[in-house]
């Protein structure tokens, strides 16, 4: 069975923190793992444009209804229609996960994380106990495959 | 983006449905459809089978937290540790549904999905207002994707 | 230990079955009974203004984020924010429940309250195998309390 | 309407944050505000029993499907079956929080507060940006009540 990594982030972060996203997304496709997501923009677009660019498979779980809302690089758009409860799904769902960069949506997932005892790597994410920095995308998809 | 549709129906079935499901499984992954379900045995482990012979994507929303529940033609298996709340996700995530057979369980998804508008296909499910029945495995696919 | 009833039902639905949610709400109340429903209008209302107007305890879990949506008789009402998926959480919070009249939403709630063995009195509803069948308010009470 | 407050906390803290919690529903109650908790053990418990002793009104969102696990001094336990997706619901149904200590699942409820714009008031919890810190279970309730 494929290994299911999470990717979580902001939706509005700097260019390095999309720039490391599209790395961890391109990394993770090339080892054939199945990437979890939010499914929106920022982190989660270009996590999915990495992967997408790599024939990466790219599950977008959608806080909303409608399908439409999903990035353009998102293989599988699961429209929850639970608003931010779909975190905890993102979360269960993944083996492990990379945190790159984000606000409070990030921090409630890698709580919920935490809180399951999963695997959390961050890059340049909230200084949480629990979470294991990494300084590069590679180092990143090196640690959560660990 | 290739079009999502959900297969409902129940864990414990006669042999004659999980044919069909088996066979509408593999009618759609030839179309090349994603296809979401609730990830356990019976109608959901057939569809799978289906799906997975022919190359088709399966994705398995399951009610556990736990992956290991999941059946074993399940290409993505996602555990939402949600409980039955998930029927609501299976049902919001496709487009359109095809319910074989099932009990209260698959009730409760035709009845989520006539109330958010959705088109759903019966072949030998609950008589309820708004399903349309189908008489083999390809009407019902050829109905789902009218 | 106070016991807890759903009380389930449509937003749009003729007077007579409002005049029955009312006394089932007026009826429960007096016996010192929590109501749960879904807080929005038409049955779930009239049941809330029955037991409001007797001193009832009702608890209102709304599918949306914006409490304003309750109907003005609900005395606890909660936003879930999670859609219909909140249908499951009225159920799951019942120890046994009344359906009066409804479409799809209230038949979803059948469908999820029998999948879980819970007793289900029907007033003017849907016919699933399972639901109790009641002539009257009083009958309805009285059958799903014994 | 009557307000509706949500208590957050560990189930395992220091005898000062269950005193501090216990305060918190004593002074709620007795302003005849509403208390919404995850009706379990610890600080959950303490609020609730503070409530309980001031006739005050509580609910309780657990996790699991059975009412059982509620602590004794929850005057309404909503059993969501829902794992730690009811997080969500306890944010969602408060207009404002008060957290007291707590680990990772405390901080996810904080940051889903935070995440819609929420009043969140601090007692010896997560120190988060955004999260406003208090003396004293009564500058506690004055806050979260401003």
Do not use: H
């Not at 997501?37 to 959608?62: F, H, I, P, Q, R």
């Not at 690089?73 to 996960?97: C, D, F, H, W």
């Amino acid at each position: 069975m494929q290994k299911i990594i999470g990717v979580i982030g902001g939706s509005f972060v700097e260019q390095k923190y999309l720039d490391l996203a599209f790395e961890v997304g391109r990394l993770l496709a090339q080892k054939d793992i199945i990437i979890v997501c939010g499914g929106l923009g920022g982190v989660m677009e270009a996590v999915c444009k990495g992967a997408s660019e790599n024939d990466g498979l790219t599950v977008g779980l959608l806080p909303a209804s409608d399908i439409k809302m999903a990035n353009p690089y998102v293989k599988i758009p699961l429209a929850t229609g639970m608003g931010s409860a779909r975190n905890k799904i993102i979360v269960e769902s993944s083996q492990a996960l990379i945190a790159i960069a984000g606000a409070y949506g990030t921090l409630s997932e890698i709580a919920l994380a935490l809180d399951t005892g999963k695997k959390v790597i961050g890059l340049g994410t909230w200084d949480i106990p629990g979470v294991i920095k990494a300084g590069s995308a590679k180092e990143a998809v090196n640690l959560v495959l660990e």
